[in-house]
């Protein structure tokens, strides 16, 4: 099992701009697909964006044009670029990797907050 761990969460005003990072533990060889969920207090998970293995995005609607997600394979970190940050953006954001075989990883989860 590939262990996720990221970083880059905090607080920060309306407008602003914050980049997390998901590093893995080891070179991971048969991800299909991996990206970022968020989950606020009080609502369900929601996925935010993912990016397949051929560099293919895709984004929820609602962060479309302000998030952007990419992928270092040689530093086995992808990142998450999150700009114009609005009040609804403040969730714990989770990444994940879907596997060829085995279960989902995920890592443990990093706090934004965004102050209006």
């Known amino acids: 099992q590939v262990q996720l761990v990221e970083s880059g969460g905090g607080l920060v005003q309306a407008g602003g701009s914050l980049r997390l990072s998901c590093a893995a533990s080891r070179i991971v060889t048969d991800s299909i697909n991996m990206g970022w969920y968020r989950q606020a207090p009080g609502n369900e998970r929601e996925l935010v964006a993912t990016?397949?293995?051929?560099?293919?995005?895709n984004y929820a609607d609602s962060v479309k044009g302000r998030f952007t997600i990419t992928r270092d394979n040689a530093r086995n970190t992808m990142y998450l670029q999150m700009n114009s940050l609005e009040a609804e953006d403040t969730a714990v954001y989770y990444c994940?990797?879907?596997?060829?075989?085995?279960?989902?990883?995920w890592g443990q989860g990093t706090q934004v907050t965004v102050s209006s």
């Open positions: 990016i397949s293995p051929r560099l293919t995005t």
């Open positions: 994940f990797i879907d596997h060829l075989w085995g279960p989902r990883s």
